[in-house]
């Protein structure tokens, strides 16, 4: 029999082994505790890690992507490397071989580049990639200021590519988008027909993430109407958090969802069996209302994952360069042998073959694109706001490439 004790030691054992101490660098939920899921996406080929990232419970899983290359492992779009997920990776370290590589492939995704130092410290014989244009804000600062060993250090395209024997990397953008560049480097995995993205494309499906298996509070908190409700738990209840997660992640501030007045608030808090950090005391400042099921559901599919281009990306670095990304697709299109997306968010692996990438770009281009409607007219707010004060520059985006 297990007592309680051997149980909580066990508890603090686990939780030390997912410890994350640089989280106040970037302060977003679960903040020094991170678990990690591993998993096998393809076989003997491609695995992953899976870690949740968000804000108030607004959480979805960002991945860390490991791929078999000639001679040993490349980790592409860095995670905090806990002691839970270092112990993992060396699983794989000795069926496989050495990380020999570490990629950041995106130049503005801030929750991928955050854990690159660590990460390079984990592995200090590895060499780094970084995608080119790496910007900080408020000042631009050298690689080492940022953690980044300079000495082991190249640079994506103009100092050469990682892995070619078995990689293809192909550049969406780079564009100006006025505090830096947006600029992915994409990877396609030739052994495996395989593309490796960043923040570009996602799949989403019905079926809430594995990773809320170990703990579906986020999920549960986000599937009630109202704040004096308990957080119970059901498959239904876990789809919809789910789908309201979804929508939350997608366009910030939907449409569908306004913000009660404080009395309101107030008055469905503290209530008995809601006083706890965990149901955050029943405070609960959302009023979902008719017709956000139906939104979510232009973005989940059913069946299988929905491959979409992400609405924030879709209304705030694409709205005037869908050339740029229909340039992309083109590029995608033309390769052989695709068969799977695996990005940094959302589903993995996604089927991707060529068929499905010229539906994706047909998709796009009959769109609506970038609206200012609907779901999509906070992003557009914040889209017209910055380009009237002249931090985004106006229509087209500048194309830096020669
Ligand atoms: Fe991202």
């Not at 979805?60 to 992507?65: A, G, I, K, N």
């Not at 078995?166 to 947006?182: E, K, M, N, T, V």
């Not at 109407?225 to 957080?231: M, P, V």
């Not at 997608?250 to 006083?275: D, E, Q, T, V």
Request: aromatic share 10%.
């Amino acid at each position: 029999m297990v007592n309680s004790s051997s149980l909580s030691d066990k508890n603090k054992d686990l939780s030390e082994h997912q410890e994350w101490p640089w989280w106040p660098l970037l302060p977003l939920y679960p903040y020094g505790r991170r678990r990690s899921l591993f998993r096998e996406l393809l076989p003997k080929q491609i695995w992953c890690f899976e870690q949740l990232q968000g804000l108030y419970y607004v959480a979805v899983p960002v991945r860390m992507t490991i791929v078999k290359v000639t001679g040993g492992l490349m980790l592409v779009n860095p995670l905090p490397p806990t002691n839970e997920l270092l112990s993992s990776l060396n699983e794989l370290v000795r069926q496989y071989g050495p990380v020999l590589t570490i990629v950041l492939p995106t130049a503005s995704g801030l929750e991928h580049k955050i854990s690159m130092p660590a990460l390079a410290r984990a592995f200090p014989k590895a060499g780094l990639w970084i995608c080119p244009g790496q910007w900080s804000f408020p000042f631009q600062l050298p690689l080492n200021w940022l953690g980044i060993p300079q000495h082991r250090t190249k640079i994506l395209l103009e100092e050469g590519l990682p892995h070619e024997d078995c990689c293809l990397w192909l550049s969406l953008g780079p564009l100006d988008i006025g505090l830096g560049r947006f600029q992915e480097i994409a990877c396609f995995h030739k052994p495996s027909g395989s593309i490796l993205v960043t923040d570009a494309l996602v799949g989403i499906q019905s079926d809430p993430p594995e990773l809320f298996e170990v703990d579906p509070t986020p999920l549960l908190f986000h599937s009630r109407d109202r704040g004096d409700q308990l957080l119970d738990d059901s498959l239904r209840a876990r789809r919809k958090g789910w789908a309201r997660l979804v929508l939350f992640a997608s366009f910030l501030r939907p449409a569908y969802l306004s913000i009660p007045p404080i009395l309101k608030i107030l008055r469905y808090a503290f209530k008995p069996g809601l006083r706890n950090a965990k149901a955050h005391f029943g405070l609960y400042p959302f009023d979902w209302e008719e017709g956000w099921e139906s939104s979510a559901k232009e973005l989940i599919g059913d069946k299988k994952p929905l491959l979409q281009v992400a609405p924030v990306l879709e209304r705030l670095i694409f709205p005037r360069a869908k050339d740029s990304l229909i340039k992309w697709l083109d590029e995608l299109i033309a390769i052989r042998g695709t068969r799977w997306l695996i990005s940094a968010h959302f589903s993995a692996p996604v089927e991707f073959r060529p068929n499905q990438i010229r539906d994706l770009k047909r998709k796009i281009i009959r769109k609506n694109w970038a609206s200012a409607e609907g779901n999509f007219r906070f992003l557009d707010n914040i889209d017209k706001t910055l380009v009237s004060r002249g931090v985004v520059p106006k229509d087209p985006l500048e194309i830096f490439r020669d």
